[in-house]
């Protein structure tokens, strides 16, 4: 079955460059979530899309955007990285929430390291 | 807000140990609760999960029971073994509020399970 899928799987920036990072969701989930976790930590929810939409906000810097396009395939756009940036990012998508309880399903996650 | 606390890690048993790790949750209403694994250097994977009160989720040897008295949702297995060596993060997700997509999901801080042969 297709998971969701991430790209890159690693990437190394510098300090003020930018990055941008992919995620394509499972087909016909609705609903798609970027999330940030560090070393040791949980994941820190960012923000969310629904049907191409904003749908919830987290605790994502002004430095960090996000879209979802017409595909359904989602970017989280880094603009002046710092160290602290340095992190495991997941994407994941929800099927319709008539159908499920709110179960998510995440991909691989994109490690990012900012030197 | 909605929060989960979790056992504090890391945890080390030898094989075919009973294995309690506590969740408890605080959440208006009736969130769905999950238990989700993470091997080393890979995503995030669902273990299971509950959707009211009294329901019991179960995979591989895992259970976890929804209680709505105690707000827990405790992970639970009779015998582990050196492949459950893993991070194990509770989860909460509120009803649906909206026609406006799902909810997120908030995480437990996660525990570190290492079991040795």
């Known amino acids: 079955a297709a998971g969701v899928i991430q790209s890159p799987r690693h990437l190394i920036k510098e300090k003020r460059e930018t990055a941008t990072l992919k995620c394509y969701p499972i087909?016909?989930?609705?609903?798609v979530y970027w999330y940030q976790q560090g070393p040791g930590q949980d994941p820190q929810f960012l923000i969310s899309?629904?049907?191409?939409?904003?749908?919830d906000k987290g605790s994502i810097p002004d430095r960090f955007s996000a879209q979802q396009f017409s595909d359904y395939h989602s970017e989280l756009n880094m603009s002046s990285l710092e160290l602290g940036d340095s992190a495991l990012y997941f994407c994941?998508?929800?099927?319709?929430?008539?159908?499920?309880?709110?179960?998510?399903?995440f991909g691989q996650g994109t490690r990012l390291t900012v030197v | 807000g909605d929060s989960v606390t979790q056992m504090e890690g890391p945890v080390t048993l030898s094989e075919e140990a009973f294995l309690t790790i506590n969740c408890t949750y605080t959440?208006?209403?009736?969130?769905?609760l999950f238990w989700y694994v993470q091997y080393p250097g890979e995503g995030l994977q669902l273990l299971l999960k509950?959707?009211?009160?009294?329901d019991k989720g179960s995979n591989k040897g895992f259970e976890a029971t929804y209680r709505k008295e105690t707000t827990s949702f405790h992970l639970e297995k009779g015998s582990v073994q050196v492949s459950d060596s893993a991070v194990y993060f509770c989860?909460?997700?509120?009803?649906?509020?909206?026609?406006?997509?799902?909810?997120?999901?908030?995480f437990g801080t996660g525990t570190r399970l290492t079991i040795i042969p």
């Open positions: 959440a208006t209403g009736y969130p769905s």
């Open positions: 509950a959707t009211k009160a009294d």
């Open positions: 989860a909460l997700a509120p009803r649906r509020r909206s026609n406006f997509g799902n909810e997120k999901l908030t």
């Open positions: 899309f629904y049907e191409k939409m904003q749908s």
């Open positions: 087909p016909r989930h609705d609903t």
């Open positions: 994941a998508s929800t099927p319709r929430a008539v159908l499920s309880p709110n179960e998510a399903f």
